[in-house]
């Protein structure tokens, strides 16, 4: 893996696995929003952690949940350098319907700005 390929990769150690660190943040996170994405965030005072909630409900076959499961991770892995150390878990507030990557990216990049900016005023006052 090249120098570039490893500064912007997603170890094991910047996933959220654990149902009760999901618990954790559910309860105590400040939720955000942006276009069609939801983030529910928490201070964790390491680095910015990434969780999933893709829910079958909004995007029922598999194929549909999988690719925005990669592309939300994708969007992360460009973007975990600019967050403050939050553990973050990213769903969707509804079905992206025709949206292409791109349009979904641009969508993703609003919301990692909105928490950026949320958390950075929370924690200045």
């Not at 969780?51 to 925005?68: F, P, Q, T």
């Amino acid at each position: 893996m090249s120098a570039s390929g490893s500064a912007q990769a997603f170890p094991p150690q910047r996933r959220l696995r654990r149902a009760a660190d999901f618990r954790r943040l559910y309860a105590q996170g400040r939720r955000l929003a942006a276009d069609g994405f939801t983030a529910v965030v928490l201070p964790n005072g390491l680095a910015p952690r990434l969780g999933l909630s893709v829910a079958a409900r909004i995007l029922r076959r598999a194929v549909e949940r999988n690719r925005m499961r990669r592309l939300i991770r994708e969007s992360f892995r460009h973007h975990q350098h600019d967050l403050p150390p939050l553990d973050i878990v990213v769903g969707l507030r509804g079905s992206p319907g025709n949206a292409g990557n791109a349009q979904l990216r641009r969508s993703l990049e609003r919301l990692w700005q909105k928490i950026s900016s949320a958390c950075a005023s929370s924690s200045a006052s």
